[in-house]
């Protein structure tokens, strides 16, 4: 006779974030999504509704998740979120990094033609400050000379400006008829 107490499986995909702080949560969340392998999925408990970290989801993520309530309590929201596809930070953990001392097959005269401009959107509202500007600022460190980064918030992002700025990148504000703000920012441009 088997005595041993199984262990739900579906208890084991759970990650309640109710303990975690507000400022790294979203961080974290996003962590263990990307850490799944395609179909696989864990089941968020919050304390509550997180339509905020959805929007940020389909942001970035679209058509690569699925986002199924499972509970809508007033003091407990259960949802499953499924990751559908691979997205491009899948790819760049799968492509190894070239040999030290050999150099990429793109040289400088022919970028263009192999790396287009690239826009990518990043969705922070909901994420309390420092938050939203930290990741902007991240996201920003890393643009080509002809990608664009679009950041959504949900107010105007005075403070970012001026790091913007010292960082010598340019940038346009404009909010949207929803209320939020979106700031496109890009390298400078040479002369």
Request: aromatic share 8%; proline share 8%.
């Given at each position: 006779m088997n005595t041993e107490i199984s262990r739900d499986p579906i208890e084991a995909h759970v990650f309640d974030v109710r303990v975690i702080p507000c400022r790294v949560k979203h961080a974290q969340i996003f962590q263990r999504w990307e850490s799944l392998a395609?179909?696989?999925?864990?089941?968020?408990?919050?304390?509550?509704?997180p339509v905020?970290?959805?929007?940020?989801?389909?942001?970035?993520?679209?058509?690569?998740?699925?986002?199924?309530?499972?509970?809508?309590?007033?003091e407990e929201f259960r949802v499953r979120i499924r990751k559908l596809a691979i997205t491009p930070k899948d790819l760049k953990r799968s492509i190894p990094a070239p040999p030290s001392g050999i150099a990429p097959f793109a040289s400088s005269t022919?970028?263009?033609?192999?790396?287009?401009?690239?826009?990518?959107?990043?969705d922070v509202r909901g994420l309390e400050p420092p938050e939203p500007m930290m990741r902007i600022l991240d996201a920003a460190a890393n643009l080509g000379p002809?990608?664009?980064?679009?950041?959504?918030?949900?107010r105007r992002p005075?403070?970012?400006?001026?790091?913007?700025?010292?960082?010598?990148?340019?940038?346009?504000?404009?909010?949207?008829?929803?209320?939020?703000?979106?700031?496109?920012?890009r390298q400078a441009r040479a002369g």
């Amino acid at each position: 006779m088997n005595t041993e107490i199984s262990r739900d499986p579906i208890e084991a995909h759970v990650f309640d974030v109710r303990v975690i702080p507000c400022r790294v949560k979203h961080a974290q969340i996003f962590q263990r999504w990307e850490s799944l392998a395609v179909g696989d999925y864990f089941i968020l408990v919050n304390d509550h509704d997180p339509v905020p970290l959805y929007y940020q989801f389909a942001a970035q993520f679209p058509e690569a998740f699925s986002w199924e309530y499972l509970l809508r309590d007033e003091e407990e929201f259960r949802v499953r979120i499924r990751k559908l596809a691979i997205t491009p930070k899948d790819l760049k953990r799968s492509i190894p990094a070239p040999p030290s001392g050999i150099a990429p097959f793109a040289s400088s005269t022919n970028r263009e033609s192999i790396a287009p401009a690239s826009q990518k959107t990043l969705d922070v509202r909901g994420l309390e400050p420092p938050e939203p500007m930290m990741r902007i600022l991240d996201a920003a460190a890393n643009l080509g000379p002809d990608d664009i980064l679009k950041a959504i918030t949900d107010r105007r992002p005075v403070h970012l400006f001026a790091e913007l700025e010292a960082r010598g990148l340019h940038f346009d504000n404009k909010q949207r008829l929803d209320g939020t703000w979106i700031t496109q920012i890009r390298q400078a441009r040479a002369g």
